[in-house]
């Protein structure tokens, strides 16, 4: 039926990261399998086609209207209709006409349908099979393989190599990963796709008379889930089986695109060719490495700092040209699994695979509980996702938070103490920690928060987590003329003073809290204070995600809802 609302999280993300998430939806498997079954059955009761064939419809369009008729369940039974026309006035089926049909019909009812994602993989993996794998099949070559069922499975992997390669630049602009295991997966799974759906069908069918029949009828569909989840968790074991792309640009998938068609009308002229061989696998590499590179995350020119939009929390994201990810804070209490929802789709279109360490200012929910969702679905397989290290302030060696702390050491993420007078350098990236100094702070977390100063070139930002008043105070002797500045505790009346500004003097500040948040940040006074020191103020709550770009001289920032650089 469609129906995922009680599907585990867990499951989900398994055959997510297993490449074979469509197993999950009503498509083209279900509606034939369904839409022919019931065709064959009024057929044998005796019914001449051109009554069968209306009858079998009606069916399938009232099921399909039941299941919620999502893009590819509409595709699949347009597609449906024109074989069920095809038969009745005795034409052949073609399947490219019947693809460019239903898209046809589609757009015209609703042109947004060609930017859904759902919409794109459904015809996207309809037309790989249905003709561009057919077209790259190797006519003519000769083979020395012993078995027909050796050509068989060497078919069946070559075909799912291309499946994947002709979705991955999809899968990537959308979902900013592709699972390189879905090769495997798709081949060792789909062959049992139709008994489970005969099996899920019977036991829906007979539940109405007897439970114990349809326990019977359900147990093949149970044996075979089982064996899928077996299959997949083995999926998940192996090293590079899902692959973090980031989201790629437009023009790069449109020349990913445009170089496989080339290369497939390449290799059509080269079948004509005598000993093509050697040609036609040096074309199928050549369409293969043009996809990959193509796809290939790279590390910015610059330094990027960008503050992320997680409503009412902190949450700031750095990477260098390098290659060195860090990020600072990640929590929020405002927006539910933040860390799924949030943080984690931002690091994976940025391409960031691995963060190289995690600054937690003080374990308040606003700044933790996101990094604790992280952990959580690294130490349960959920993300391919990693973090090398978690930097904590000194003093909290002397608390027992185990709900950060369980999740840290079942993840394997290495903790490190930081305190004053600390530095850390990757490459051209020097780290100063600020805050705490020795104290203990665990009965006032805000004002132990780490401080760090950042130097790239001549360009400082200073951030400050929640630190307010006696806390300012205890840093003031420390601070430098800084470029950036991120507003600490999200622009409380106690944060960020005239005379802690004075010494500062930022010409950029960072402010990050939730859009009508029950605390009433920022505090008009604040506000009052940053205009006053003639700071560009950018905001989360109105500006969404800012990222600020530079090359160490000079900065450029740019908000994500507008688009503006400034």
């Known amino acids: 039926?469609?129906?995922?609302?009680?599907?585990?999280?867990?499951?989900?993300?398994?055959?997510?990261?297993?490449?074979?998430?469509?197993?999950?939806?009503?498509?083209?498997?279900?509606?034939?399998?369904?839409?022919?079954?019931?065709?064959?059955?009024?057929?044998?009761?005796?019914?001449?086609?051109?009554?069968?064939?209306?009858?079998?419809?009606?069916?399938?369009?009232?099921?399909?209207?039941?299941?919620?008729?999502?893009?590819?369940?509409?595709?699949?039974?347009?597609?449906?209709?024109?074989?069920?026309g095809a038969k009745i006035l005795l034409r052949t089926y073609d399947l490219p006409s019947a693809l460019s049909l239903a898209a046809i019909l589609m757009l015209l009812e609703n042109p947004a349908y060609l930017y859904y994602s759902g919409f794109q993989l459904s015809f996207g993996a309809v037309a790989c099979a249905g003709i561009l794998v057919p077209s790259w099949e190797r006519t003519g070559e000769k083979t020395i393989l012993p078995s027909v069922l050796c050509k068989k499975v060497l078919r069946a992997v070559r075909s799912g190599f291309w499946m994947w390669l002709?979705?991955?630049?999809?899968?990537?602009?959308?979902?900013?990963?592709?699972?390189?295991?879905?090769?495997?997966m798709n081949i060792l799974i789909i062959p049992m796709l139709p008994v489970l759906l005969v099996s899920g069908l019977a036991a829906a069918g007979v539940g109405f008379l007897s439970m114990q029949a349809a326990c019977a009828a359900a147990f093949p569909g149970v044996l075979i889930l089982r064996i899928m989840e077996a299959f997949l968790a083995l999926g998940r074991k192996l090293p590079g089986s899902v692959w973090i792309t980031g989201q790629p640009e437009k023009w790069r998938i449109f020349l990913a695109y445009a170089g496989v068609l080339l290369l497939l009308a390449l290799r059509k002229k080269l079948l004509k060719i005598?000993?093509?061989?050697?040609?036609?696998?040096?074309?199928?590499?050549?369409?293969?490495?043009?996809?990959?590179?193509?796809?290939?995350?790279?590390?910015?020119?610059?330094?990027?700092?960008?503050?992320?939009?997680?409503?009412?929390?902190?949450?700031?994201?750095?990477r260098t040209k390098e290659g060195i990810n860090l990020m600072i804070d990640g929590g929020s209490t405002t927006e539910n699994d933040v860390g799924y929802y949030r943080i984690l789709p931002y690091l994976k279109s940025q391409g960031i695979a691995e963060l190289d360490g995690v600054f937690l200012t003080h374990p308040d929910a606003d700044h933790m509980?996101?990094?604790?969702?992280?952990?959580?679905?690294?130490?349960?397989?959920?993300?391919?996702?990693?973090?090398k290290t978690l930097y904590l302030p000194e003093w909290m060696q002397k608390t027992d938070n185990e709900e950060l702390f369980t999740p840290i050491r079942t993840a394997a993420i290495k903790v490190q103490y930081v305190h004053k007078g600390m530095e850390l350098k990757t490459g051209s990236l020097k780290?100063?920690?600020?805050?705490?100094?020795?104290?203990?702070?665990?009965?006032?977390?805000?004002?132990?928060?780490?401080?760090?100063?950042?130097?790239?070139?001549?360009?400082?930002?200073?951030?400050?987590?929640?630190?307010?008043?006696?806390?300012?105070?205890?840093?003031?002797?420390?601070?430098v003329p800084c470029d950036l500045l991120k507003v600490a505790h999200h622009g409380s009346r106690s944060s960020t003073s005239m005379e802690f500004l004075r010494k500062i003097r930022p010409s950029i500040c960072f402010l990050s809290y939730g859009e009508n948040n029950p605390y009433g940040h920022p505090h008009p006074e604040l506000i009052k204070r940053l205009k006053d020191s003639q700071a560009h103020v950018y905001q989360t709550a109105k500006d969404g995600a800012v990222t600020l770009m530079t090359d160490g001289q000079t900065a450029v920032v740019k908000k994500y809802l507008t688009g503006v650089e400034e």
């Open 431 to 479: 780290i100063s920690v600020l805050h705490p100094d020795g104290a203990d702070y665990s009965n006032d977390t805000n004002a132990g928060s780490t401080t760090l100063l950042m130097e790239y070139g001549k360009f400082t930002a200073l951030f400050t987590g929640d630190l307010e008043g006696e806390g300012e105070h205890l840093v003031e002797e420390q601070l």
């Open 166 to 184: 002709f979705l991955s630049p999809l899968c990537a602009y959308h979902f900013y990963e592709t699972a390189v295991v879905g090769i495997i």
């Open 1 to 84: 039926l469609g129906e995922k609302n009680e599907l585990d999280a867990r499951t989900k993300s398994s055959f997510q990261q297993g490449g074979v998430l469509h197993i999950l939806t009503i498509s083209g498997l279900h509606i034939t399998l369904i839409g022919m079954g019931i065709l064959k059955i009024l057929m044998r009761t005796g019914c001449p086609l051109k009554i069968a064939a209306p009858g079998a419809l009606a069916v399938l369009l009232l099921y399909s209207i039941f299941i919620g008729m999502g893009s590819s369940c509409i595709r699949a039974v347009l597609m449906f209709c024109a074989a069920l």
């Open 369 to 387: 509980n996101g990094i604790i969702e992280l952990a959580e679905l690294i130490s349960t397989d959920q993300t391919a996702f990693s973090i």
């Open 274 to 318: 005598e000993r093509k061989s050697v040609l036609l696998c040096a074309v199928n590499a050549a369409a293969a490495m043009w996809v990959i590179l193509l796809l290939i995350p790279y590390a910015p020119k610059k330094l990027t700092l960008t503050m992320v939009d997680v409503g009412q929390g902190d949450c700031f994201v750095v």
